[in-house]
């Protein structure tokens, strides 16, 4: 009866093996290879990123189901049947309006292909430092140890930090900062994230980090 149990569960074990299988890939726009793009299996923690040409592999099994994602670019999915090899092309997300506020402010329009319209507008003279973008490294960072520089000291900073699909991996609320802010991501996945910042009730630029 032992032996027969051995057998069956050797035999599951030899079956789901077998079910996997190594899948290869690229991730690119309609120009260029897309680096650090991610790739994940859909419900599941299993997923990897793209190197610097665009290239990746992934054990999957065949039903599972791959989403692909890059900032600023559309997420794409795609069922695992009987690939070996899958090339993948990404669209850019549609943009609508984005004002840009510096010496002037211009109200640019940008469809799938990028068609600008541009008109500049008069902007108060009294622009603030807070909305000055504040700088990132090491980035990426291989050990998920960050930096963010500021342009001047706050007395309270929120930082949150998402992943691509707008899951919060980290947050935290820094009081009385200097000029530098030690952002500990040592903890997340390899892949890209998005760094958002309050600044004593002021929106900060969004931040694109990267684990490797």
């Given at each position: 009866?032992?032996?027969?149990?051995?057998?069956?569960?050797?035999?599951?074990?030899?079956?789901?093996?077998?079910?996997?299988?190594?899948?290869?890939?690229?991730?690119?726009?309609?120009?260029?290879?897309?680096?650090?793009?991610?790739?994940?299996?859909?419900?599941?923690?299993?997923?990897?990123?793209?190197?610097?040409?665009?290239?990746?592999?992934?054990?999957?099994?065949?039903?599972?189901?791959?989403?692909?994602?890059?900032?600023?670019?559309?997420?794409?999915?795609?069922?695992?049947?009987?690939?070996?090899?899958?090339?993948?092309?990404?669209?850019?997300?549609?943009?609508?309006?984005?004002?840009?506020?510096?010496?002037?402010?211009?109200?640019?329009?940008?469809?799938?292909?990028?068609?600008?319209?541009?008109?500049?507008?008069?902007?108060?003279?009294?622009?603030?430092n807070s909305f000055s973008t504040p700088s990132l490294y090491p980035?990426?960072?291989?050990?998920?140890?960050?930096?963010?520089?500021?342009?001047?000291?706050?007395?309270?900073?929120?930082?949150?930090?998402?992943?691509?699909?707008?899951?919060?991996?980290?947050?935290?609320?820094?009081?009385?900062?200097?000029?530098?802010?030690?952002?500990?991501?040592?903890?997340?996945?390899?892949?890209?994230?998005?760094?958002?910042?309050?600044?004593?009730?002021?929106?900060?630029?969004?931040?694109?980090?990267?684990?490797?």
């Open positions: 009866m032992k032996k027969i149990t051995l057998f069956a569960i050797l035999l599951y074990a030899f079956n789901t093996l077998s079910a996997q299988t190594t899948i290869k890939g690229t991730v690119t726009d309609e120009i260029s290879a897309l680096e650090w793009a991610n790739i994940y299996i859909k419900n599941s923690t299993i997923g990897t990123t793209t190197d610097a040409n665009g290239n990746f592999k992934l054990q999957v099994q065949k039903g599972d189901t791959l989403a692909i994602s890059y900032t600023g670019y559309q997420t794409k999915e795609i069922v695992v049947n009987t690939q070996k090899f899958i090339p993948i092309t990404l669209e850019n997300e549609s943009l609508d309006e984005v004002i840009i506020t510096s010496q002037s402010s211009r109200r640019v329009t940008c469809s799938t292909r990028c068609s600008w319209t541009v008109v500049t507008e008069e902007v108060s003279e009294n622009l603030s980035n990426p960072s291989s050990n998920g140890i960050f930096h963010l520089t500021m342009s001047t000291p706050y007395k309270e900073v929120q930082v949150t930090v998402t992943n691509l699909l707008g899951q919060q991996v980290h947050s935290k609320r820094y009081q009385n900062t200097k000029t530098s802010i030690t952002l500990d991501l040592a903890s997340v996945r390899t892949g890209i994230y998005l760094i958002n910042m309050i600044a004593d009730g002021v929106g900060l630029p969004t931040q694109k980090a990267i684990r490797k």
